[in-house]
């Protein structure tokens, strides 16, 4: 008989249901909670980045897409920025946007309300310095430059674009923005393999980014990006520092109401209750 330690192991490849999905990410939110905050406040750090490397991707291609279709462009910036939700999802990090889910663990009293307030707050925060931190490599690895200043006038027209959205246009594009984001996190949670995780990730955020919907964690890259771009001469797009506290203040706000409530709730209300109520009647 072969020894059970050289015994080939296959995965089943079935991916989990939507109940399953459902208790895996009340257990995700738990372990969520119990994170020591320095760990968190690293792990969102990492989040800030990885988020700001698929906006930059992106910001290559936009730099170079004079001559291409305005769809053919956006989905290919779409499919770029995908690289950030990638990283965090199969490499680890916390991801503001992502944490949304956790509120199925607070509607099942796994965690607390105050728990899941204090994560989203270190989390923001963290993936704000994150997304600074690469506006500041960025800026001195002069990518601005890039094809003869292309690449930083596109910086500057993302964000004044951005920056010159109505609060409330910016509000519910932060919505649609955070619910297609947690419905790829959320069927990220269904696949067993690096591949499946991937894949699940993609088609999601290419529509995000080209129907041009907010996200307050990219938007901390974009933003601050395009305001130091501005400032280096690539462009004036009227960018200032209340208009960038603005759109990332009003992006959050919506990103909540779209992955808390669109996904995260409705999901908990269509699986939770259901499998409480089958229990009860056993």
Request: proline content about 2%; some cysteine.
């Amino acid at each position: 008989m072969a020894d059970s330690k050289f015994d080939i192991v296959i995965p089943d490849p079935n991916c989990l249901g939507g109940a399953a999905i459902e208790a895996k990410a009340e257990t995700i939110g738990i372990g969520k909670t119990k994170l020591a905050v320095g760990r968190c406040f690293a792990l969102s750090i990492l989040a800030g980045l990885f988020i700001g490397c698929g906006a930059l991707f992106m910001l290559l291609v936009k730099g170079g897409a004079d001559g291409m279709p305005f769809a053919a462009s956006q989905v290919l910036g779409g499919l770029c920025f995908s690289l950030g939700l990638i990283t965090v999802i199969v490499a680890g990090a916390e991801l503001f946007t992502g944490n949304s889910l956790m509120v199925c663990a607070a509607m099942s009293k796994k965690i607390s309300w105050g728990a899941l307030v204090k994560n989203w707050i270190i989390v923001w925060i963290g993936n704000l310095v994150g997304s600074l931190l690469l506006v500041f490599i960025i800026y001195f690895a002069n990518s601005a430059g890039m094809n003869n200043g292309g690449v930083g006038a596109a910086m500057v027209a993302v964000a004044s674009s951005k920056t010159g959205l109505a609060p409330s246009v910016i509000f519910f594009r932060g919505i649609m923005c955070n619910f297609l984001v947690c419905l790829a996190v959320w069927m990220g949670f269904a696949g067993k393999s690096v591949i499946d995780k991937i894949f699940t990730a993609i088609f999601p955020v290419m529509a995000f980014v080209a129907c041009g919907f907010e996200h307050c964690v990219a938007n901390m890259f974009f933003l601050p990006m395009g305001f130091v771009a501005q400032a280096a001469g690539f462009g004036d797009g009227g960018i200032t520092i209340a208009g960038i506290c603005c759109n990332i203040g009003i992006a959050t706000i919506g990103n909540i109401v779209g992955g808390a409530v669109l996904v995260g709730l409705i999901y908990w209300l269509a699986y939770h209750k259901k499998e409480k109520a089958e229990a009860a009647a056993k």
